[in-house]
């Protein structure tokens, strides 16, 4: 940062000097800049906006989504069916090539997204003080040495030291995770506090809820806290999916095995059958596009939409199609606290007063709810003191509950709000309070007094105090404390008692108190509330945790998923609604203190047995969800604020909440909860775990096609026999036949046990031994029906032509009854509705049916793919033969059945 001699300093710790030795690092005083040194400061640091990014061009990005192995292998399958003469079905390779970058090119850029959410998170003017006189700016022409002016509702326009407060709270959520205003101070902190305890900052982007303030400009653009989180996000590189890996894995897999046999396939006809090099060109080829799944990305791509679908209805929105199946995988849940498990609502949870402990039921500021008292319901009107705390609550309040629809919202301070919400839901009216006892003065809150008073009257000439501040402060003003039978002499250790027991619970405390006095009093000063006050009670006061999200946590854990709360908030604040939640069982909580000192292999121990992190920045969520990713894990992270951006992007899928959450966050998550309901990533999972199965179901039908068909060619070739199937049927039964029975199986519900298995291996291949042997078995059966019941018809004396659509039905039959098979894996199908748990499976065996009598009977068919009509007769001998398939497969299942395979 330059000051006018343009001599350049090193970025300072602003929070940790005081207010003089900044006014002069900075070459400014607190009548502000004057209008020359305002312009060359703005020429030489530039306007106060965040950078845009470097983006690649449009074409860019839709050329990239071809660079995949996949797709190189199809549309070389494209090329060799179009080198066949078959334009039709290379179209139609084609054409799925391009749907899928389509889709991948819609998907792309969150990350340029998500910057400029970030950009347009700035406030669009600030008050500034030039020459000695207020003036209203453009935030982008905010340059360091401005002194800036706050007041409630601003946007802070840029990093500030403060220089002055009065009763000044500014809402930090969206950097620090904190549920409740921070009150800021004008003094310094220490130089190694974290963000969210430096108190004499004000941050760029942050919200003013209450009072006034005054702070010169230190940090503008992208290097204030708000731009380092830009930069960050700029730099945080996006893992790809486990699905996406798998699937790469099984390309190559499958390009190597493919090109291997074709080569062998050509030198064994070439030099040990003598056939021309022609031939053997043309048989290679044929068994390239048997061997390729064609119509695989497909299935894939839109298992994965329907995938979507699902979750859309159970309230969460995927951003990216691959994600969906990430769900699937997941071993860890980072989850903010503050909006995520939390409601981001202040509640009154406890109201202690002298004889009693009462436990306050109800969520937010919904003004509905009842007062438990040992367990038991119990009237407010029954005590004395409990109204008397609840009178104190909603006089002295300078805040407003309002009701939209059916969502109760505060206008002011969420804490006062809180106050006014347990004095409704004792049956008190606001509004009637304020005419029955009108405030005459008051004493606002400060951070120095620690209190807040008010001075009232009751139209009969009886004026009263009442007052509200830290249970320590408003203790050392009172002599007695009132009971439900009268006034008593005041038991300070009972209060310091009660007040740790609710401290320790992670509760805010304030307490409550009252005061008569003589005459009608129209001003109040601090001298009259120095002695002589009745203590009423204790306010215990939370961001509850949300009911579902308790459950949810439960749901996450026997499904075999961590759940660990990584929050800005304080390390007892986190540790409390952690042990509500079920998250820390073992009370230990590291914190954002601790993580900044911690080397990485310590970082990678804390992250293996610890569940709660507190204080923790936007670089420790980000260092620890990489810790976790080393050590194997899948991590999901989900968030709500602008601190939880870099992370939700690391993460293998972020979770963004949607009504309460930051438009950065949403654009850097894959999956946005459109409730905010924590308890949605429990459903998010099992539909996850769910398309990962059909996709294994679909894959495990598809292949075994293919191989038959390959292994067909390979044993004409082989034996010097005629081709059973020639390509162009082939491509028929791999895009008609296989697509259609397969597509049925992206539609299956889940599986009974599917939340009880544990989290699957992301480094685990898609084809699993079992799944290898499962595929070649069913081919080996597809081989034998097929090309026994050809050559059984073309020793028959069947000509070659019906030989052949023997050949393509009894496989398309095989493909039919194997589909029932395919529904479940490893269990039992006609104990599990195998027939009738998914009727589309049965409207697309009708449909394939359809197709096949088309294209053994329709003339043109017949025509362009050399066919001829079956007699009644080889249709029987084809369902005999296709039936044995689904008898194997279910014995195999039997004879299997508790083996420790992998699937």
Not at 52 to 72: E, T
Not at 263 to 279: N, P, Q
Not at 720 to 739: C, D, H, K
Request: aromatic fraction near 6%; hydrophobic fraction near 45%.
């Amino acid at each position: 940062m330059a000051v006018d001699g343009g001599k350049e300093l090193d970025k300072k710790p602003w929070h940790a000097l005081d207010s003089e030795e900044i006014l002069a690092q900075l070459g400014t005083s607190g009548e502000g800049l004057s209008f020359e040194q305002a312009q060359k400061r703005l020429r030489e640091h530039g306007p106060n906006r965040l950078p845009p990014p470097h983006r690649r061009s449009s074409l860019v990005r839709f050329l990239l989504q071809f660079h995949n192995l996949l797709i190189y292998v199809l549309l070389v399958a494209a090329v060799i069916a179009a080198l066949l003469g078959h334009w039709l079905d290379a179209a139609v390779i084609f054409g799925v090539v391009v749907i899928n970058a389509l889709i991948g090119f819609i998907q792309e850029g969150k990350a340029e997204k998500a910057l400029e959410s970030i950009r347009a998170m700035l406030s669009l003017h600030a008050y500034v003080r030039r020459g000695g006189r207020r003036e209203e700016i453009a935030a982008e022409e905010v340059v360091p040495g401005d002194i800036v002016l706050l007041q409630a509702g601003d946007k802070v326009p840029a990093d500030l030291r403060l220089l002055q407060v009065k009763e000044l709270r500014i809402d930090e959520a969206i950097l620090t995770g904190e549920s409740e205003p921070v009150t800021k101070g004008a003094s310094p902190v220490a130089e190694d506090a974290p963000v969210g305890d430096r108190l004499c900052l004000a941050f760029s982007g942050t919200v003013v809820t209450y009072g006034q303030g005054v702070g010169v400009v230190v940090e503008t653009g992208k290097t204030t806290e708000i731009g380092r989180i830009s930069e960050m996000l700029k730099e945080v590189e996006s893992l790809t999916t486990p699905l996406l890996r798998a699937m790469d894995r099984l390309a190559r897999f499958l390009t190597v095995g493919i090109l291997f046999f074709a080569g062998i396939t050509f030198l064994f006809g070439l030099l040990v059958r003598d056939y021309s090099a022609t031939e053997m060109f043309l048989a290679a080829v044929s068994l390239i596009v048997a061997a390729i799944p064609e119509g695989l990305p497909a299935i894939v791509t839109i298992t994965l939409a329907i995938g979507v679908q699902r979750m859309a209805r159970r309230n969460a929105i995927i951003r990216r199609l691959p994600a969906v199946e990430t769900l699937g995988s997941v071993t860890v849940i980072c989850s903010d606290k503050t909006g995520t498990l939390t409601r981001n609502e202040m509640t009154v949870r406890s109201l202690i007063t002298a004889a009693d402990h009462f436990d306050v039921e109800g969520g937010g500021y919904d003004p509905h709810g009842s007062f438990l008292l040992d367990g038991r319901e119990s009237s407010p009107e029954e005590h004395g003191a409990l109204l008397d705390m609840g009178w104190v609550a909603l006089l002295c309040n300078d805040s407003v509950l309002s009701h939209s629809g059916e969502q109760w919202l505060v206008v002011g301070d969420p804490t006062e709000g809180a106050l006014l919400t347990v004095g409704r839901k004792m049956g008190l009216d606001p509004d009637r309070a304020a005419k029955e006892f009108p405030r005459i003065d008051s004493i606002p809150f400060e951070s120095e007094h620690r209190f807040m008073a008010t001075l009232h009257h009751d139209h009969e000439g009886h004026s009263f105090i009442c007052l509200k501040g830290a249970p320590e402060v408003v203790l050392d003003k009172c002599s007695r404390q009132r009971g439900d039978g009268g006034d008593q002499v005041l038991d300070r250790q009972h209060w310091e008692r009660r007040a740790e027991a609710l401290a320790e619970r992670g509760e805010r405390l304030l307490a409550a108190a009252w005061k008569r006095v003589e005459g009608q009093k129209q001003q109040l000063s601090f001298e009259d509330v120095e002695a002589g006050l009745i203590f009423l009670g204790l306010f215990g006061i939370t961001d509850p945790p949300r009911e579902e999200a308790i459950e949810a946590v439960k749901a996450c854990k026997s499904a075999g998923i961590e759940v660990k709360m990584i929050t800005g908030d304080h390390a007892k604040t986190a540790q409390a609604i952690g042990l509500q939640m079920g998250i820390g069982a073992n009370r230990r909580v590291v914190s954002g203190g601790d993580l900044e000192n911690a080397g990485d292999d310590q970082l990678r121990q804390w992250v293996g047995d610890t569940d709660i992190f507190a204080r923790a920045s936007p670089e420790h969520k980000l260092r620890l969800v990489k810790a976790l990713q080393e050590l194997g894990g899948v991590a999901a992270m989900t968030g709500d604020g602008v601190n939880d951006a870099p992370a939700l992007k690391r993460a293998d899928i972020g979770v963004a909440m949607g009504v309460k959450g930051t438009e950065v966050a949403k654009e850097a998550a894959e999956m946005v909860l459109a409730d905010d309901n924590f308890a949605s990533i429990a459903n998010a999972v099992e539909e996850g775990r769910t398309v990962y199965d059909n996709i294994k179901k679909a894959i495990l039908f598809i292949l075994p096609t293919n191989g038959g068909e390959a292994l067909m060619i390979l044993a004409a070739i082989l034996l010097g026999r005629s081709l059973p199937i020639t390509p162009v049927q082939i491509l028929w039964i791999n895009m008609i036949t296989a697509v259609t029975l397969a597509l049925s199986l992206a539609f299956e519900p889940p599986e009974a046990d599917i939340m009880e298995r544990p989290p699957r291996d992301s480094k685990e291949p898609i084809l699993t031994p079992f799944l290898l042997w499962r595929i070649g078995y069913v081919s080996l059966i597809l081989v034998a029906g097929t090309f026994g019941l050809f050559h059984w018809e073309r020793a028959a004396g069947t000509g070659l032509e019906m030989a052949r659509t023997v050949a393509v039905n009894t496989l398309v039959m095989f493909e039919v009854f194997y589909l029932l098979n395919a529904r479940y894996i490893h269990r039992n199908v006609l104990s599990r509705k195998g027939l009738t748990g998914n009727p589309l499976v049965l409207m697309a065996i009708a449909l394939v049916l359809v197709f096949q009598l088309l294209f053994t009977y329709a003339p043109p068919l017949q025509m362009l793919f050399q066919t001829e009509a079956m007699t009644v007769g080889a249709w029987l001998r084809v369902i005999g033969v296709g039936s044995t398939v689904f008898i194997f497969v279910e014995l195999e299942k039997f004879l299997l059945k508790g083996r420790k395979w992998k699937y």
